[in-house]
Structures are given as structure tokens and as C-alpha cells.
């Protein structure tokens, strides 16, 4: 009898078990909120396991670090040193776990394993320690660590549980990640899209961009010229996320930056045994582009032999592998990019005469901001609202000092030379504004040493001499693009 009275508790005990697994699918399943999704997995866990603590944490694919997503109850200095100091897959007992695929349990004094490299892991009084992989499509994409500061001897029927939940755990950080992907990818798309980013109201800009939304679609060649740091490849991007071609892939590539040894197999591929090293066949960059647009940033950089290729690809897309007779053909659109004067680097014998006017099909020339200064402040403003919401602080405003300053400087490092000292100003800023003495030296300075008349008769003359410049000092050519007869135009020089 004693026997049939135990089986409804068994049970019971064995339906509290499993009831975990249900609880933990329940919970990946309705949210893709990485941290929100773990926080609650490991809550779980702790509560089920009956341990002290545990952490989570997720590898990151690009870095290979471990990343501690999730933690409850360690200590604050066991916390700031895994946030801090991330170790790698490989490196110490966590990142062991996930390099060889193999779970770790040890049932008393963990902290003196010597697999546990880092001090305050070993000053953390840990007796028993379960650390599990973490996997989705056979892969590791984290691990599971579970401790105790006391002796503890677990179930094994909770421990073959633990494992089957870590099935659901890992598919949650997978899909999570894909999500993440995809919705990156869907704001980069809609960002473009919407021309966000590329902030402008002088003439300059708003004819660039009125250019830009006419060609968005045409399938000819498209040559941005513009000095570094003008948003040559903001405006590729553009163009790319606004065509027919949107939903390929936009590949990027600065030439200046792969050494020319390097660049044709780069774009192009190359076949095994071309050269040492080249163990298999491999698809270049055109390849990956194929179907969509590849982007050539300081295009000028490429050698005479590169250009005759590139060349090729632009006449009848088709080009070769390194090491290879077998031509391949690719669909896709090219926009070229180049800080440099181009005509001159024909003249030089430096730059192909029929590769500039294959690339120079249409031209989209993108002004320096010292020529755009109207965009000044709303590029100042935006760059202050972004970084100001990256670094968690609330900038409000820019003081009327201090925005003086960026319009009067020079800007010989355009739009990303704003960009950093906007990022600088709002992370060194005390209050909720920007003032003059969060600007560097540099651009501090010439608000002062440029002075402060805004009347509209300074503003006025400046036109004036602006327009006389650009025909040459022709007084009477002037006054007629000015819309003044020759005597106001000489009254108003000699104010």
C-alpha cells in the first residue's frame, strides 16, 4: 500500500520537473528581446535548480567574445569584471565551454579549478559549478553557468532537465539575433529611403539631392565627386536603397584602403593555385554584388591594370578570376567615388581617359560644407541629438556662441570633422547645452577672430564679392546676375 501511496507523489514531483522545459518554452516564445528573454530563462533556472546564482552569457560572432547578457546574484565585482574585461571563446572556463562543445560540472571547491583563470572568479567562494553549451543549428551561440557558495549535490533528473533546456535557450538567442539582423538591416533600408541622414536646406545640397532622386532608377554608371568627409558614400546609399535594386546587396569598397596586390582578387577572386596560399577557388567582391550595387570609394587609387579590368566590367560585365581563362558575367550597377580631380589625373597619364567618361555617365558633385554653411546648424543639431541619445545624456541645445563658431570655421574635414567634434562637445558637456568651451580649441577660436557682424549689409557685400569672384571681377556681368544696374552695384562696394 505504501508503495501505491507514493505513486501520485512521484508524480507530482516528476510533473514539477518537466513543467520547467514548458515554462522556459512559454517564455522564449513571446518576446525577441534578447536580454529581456534571458533575464526571465535564468530566473527560471535559478529558481528551479535551487542554486545561488547564474549568468548567461552569448558569444558575439564578430568580436568572439564572451558577452554576459544575463547574471543574477554575483557579486558587484565579479559583475564589473566579466562586463569589462570579456574574455573570448577559448579563454577561460566559460569561453572553454564553448570552443570545445562540452559541458562542465564540478561538485565541490570550483573556485580553485584551475580552468578559472581570472581572480575574481576565484575569490568568488564558488563549491559547485554547472557550466553548459549553449546551442542553435549545431552551433554554440552561448553558455549557461549556474553556481553555489555552499556544498550542494544536485539531482540528476533536474541536471538531464537543465540540459533539454537548453535546447530552447539557444534557438532564443538565435532567433533573437535574427531578428536583430532584420530589423537592422529593414532601418538601414528606411533610413536610406527617407534620405535620413543627409540633413540639408542650402541650394547647394537640395540640387544634389533633387539629382540624386532623379537617377535613383537609371542603370548607367553614377561618379560622386567630392572632397573627404562630404558623404560620398551616404549619397551611394542613397541612390542604392531608393532603386529597383534595393533588396540586393550594396557591397562597399575603398580602394584606397586594400593594397593593389590585394584588390584584384579582392574584387574579381580568384581560382586555387593562382598564387600561394590560394588553396580553393574563392568569389570576388563583384560576385557578391551581383544583382545589386557595388560601391567604389577613391576609385583613383586603383593601378592602370585594375582600370583596364574595371573597365571590362563596365563595357560588358563580364571579368576574370585571378588564375583563371573562364570569364563570368555579373548584373550590376557601379558607382564610383574619388576625393581627387580626375581630368587632372588624366593629364598625369594616372587615370584611364575612356574608364573616367564610361564611370562619369552622370556626375553628382557633393559641395564642402564651408560652401553650405546654412546646413552647419542643422547638421550641428543632429549630430547633438544623436550622440546625446547614444550616450544616454540630454543635450538640449547648442549656445549661440558656440554655434557661431561652427559656422565661421572652415570645416577642411567636412561633415565628419563636424560629426567628431558634435560627439566630443556631448560627451565632455557638464549641462543640458553645448557651449564654447566644449568645442576644441581650433573651432573655438574664430569666434572671435572672425568676429560677430550678422548684420544683413555684412551678409549683403559678402554675396556681392562672391558673385564678382565668379565672373572674374566683371562688374557689369555682375550686376546682372545681382539684378542691379552698374551704379548701385559700385554704391553698394563702397558702403
Not at 212 to 220: A, Q, S
Not at 265 to 289: C, I, K, N, P, W
Request: some cysteine; aromatic content about 6%; hydrophobic content about 45%.
Amino acid at each position: 500500500m505504501d508503495d501505491f501511496a507514493s505513486i501520485p507523489e512521484a508524480l507530482e514531483k516528476h510533473t514539477q520537473k518537466f513543467s520547467i522545459l514548458y515554462e522556459i518554452a512559454l517564455t522564449v516564445g513571446k518576446s525577441l528581446d534578447m536580454k529581456a528573454i534571458l533575464d526571465d530563462v535564468l530566473e527560471k533556472v535559478i529558481a528551479f535548480m535551487v542554486v545561488d546564482a547564474g549568468v548567461i552569457y552569448v558569444i558575439d560572432e564578430q568580436t568572439m567574445e564572451m558577452v554576459p547578457v544575463s547574471f543574477r546574484n554575483l557579486s558587484a565585482e565579479v559583475v564589473n569584471d566579466l562586463c569589462t574585461n570579456k574574455v573570448r571563446v577559448g579563454e577561460c572556463m566559460c569561453g572553454n565551454i564553448a570552443q570545445c562543445d562540452k559541458e562542465v560540472i564540478i561538485h565541490e571547491k570550483a573556485s580553485q579549478d584551475p580552468r578559472f583563470t581570472r581572480g575574481v572568479l576565484k575569490r568568488e567562494g564558488m563549491e559547485f559549478y554547472a557550466g553548459l553549451p549553449l546551442k542553435a543549428r549545431n552551433k554554440v551561440v552561448g553558455v549557461l553557468c549556474v553556481i553555489t557558495h555552499v556544498q550542494y549535490t544536485p539531482d540528476p533528473e533536474r541536471l538531464d532537465i537543465l540540459r533539454a533546456a537548453t535546447q530552447p535557450i539557444g534557438l532564443a538567442i538565435e532567433n533573437a539575433r535574427m531578428f536583430e539582423t532584420a530589423r537592422q538591416k529593414a532601418d538601414a533600408t528606411m533610413r536610406y529611403w527617407n534620405f535620413e541622414g543627409i540633413v540639408a536646406k542650402s541650394p547647394k545640397m537640395l540640387a544634389v539631392l533633387d539629382l540624386v532622386r532623379k537617377v535613383t532608377d537609371v542603370p548607367t554608371s553614377i561618379l560622386i565627386c567630392g572632397e573627404s568627409g562630404t558623404g560620398k558614400e551616404l549619397i551611394a546609399r542613397a541612390i542604392h536603397f531608393n532603386s529597383v535594386r534595393k533588396d540586393k546587396p550594396l557591397i562597399a569598397v575603398n580602394c584606397a584602403a586594400i593594397h593593389d596586390n590585394l584588390l584584384e582578387s579582392e574584387l574579381f577572386g580568384y581560382v586555387r593555385g593562382a598564387f600561394t596560399g590560394a588553396q580553393t577557388d574563392r568569389d570576388g567582391l563583384m560576385e557578391a554584388a551581383n544583382s545589386g550595387t557595388i560601391f567604389l570609394d577613391e576609385v583613383n587609387a586603383m593601378s592602370k591594370n585594375l582600370q583596364a579590368k574595371l573597365l571590362r566590367v563596365l563595357q560588358d560585365r563580364t571579368f576574370f578570376k585571378v588564375g583563371s581563362s573562364q570569364p563570368h558575367t555579373v548584373d550590376i550597377r557601379i558607382i564610383a567615388a574619388t576625393n581627387q580631380d580626375l581630368e587632372e589625373a588624366i593629364k598625369a597619364k594616372e587615370f584611364r581617359e575612356d574608364l573616367y567618361y564610361r564611370l562619369n555617365v552622370i556626375r553628382v558633385d557633393l559641395p564642402p560644407l564651408r560652401e553650405r554653411a546654412d546646413d552647419v546648424p542643422l547638421l550641428a543639431r543632429y549630430f547633438m541629438n544623436t550622440f546625446g541619445e547614444k550616450m544616454g545624456k540630454d543635450i538640449r541645445r547648442i549656445s549661440d556662441d558656440a554655434m557661431a563658431a561652427l559656422i565661421n570655421y572652415s570645416w577642411p574635414g567636412n561633415i565628419r570633422e563636424l560629426q567628431n567634434v558634435l560627439e566630443r562637445a556631448v560627451v565632455i558637456a557638464e549641462t543640458d547645452e553645448i557651449r564654447i568651451e566644449d568645442l576644441p580649441a581650433e573651432v573655438a577660436s574664430v569666434s572671435s577672430a572672425r568676429g560677430e557682424d550678422w548684420t544683413l549689409a555684412k551678409v549683403e557685400k559678402e554675396h556681392i564679392m562672391k558673385v564678382l569672384n565668379l565672373v572674374g571681377g566683371n562688374k557689369k556681368k555682375a550686376a546682372i546676375l545681382l539684378g542691379l544696374d552698374s551704379t548701385t552695384l559700385w554704391r553698394k562696394l563702397r558702403k
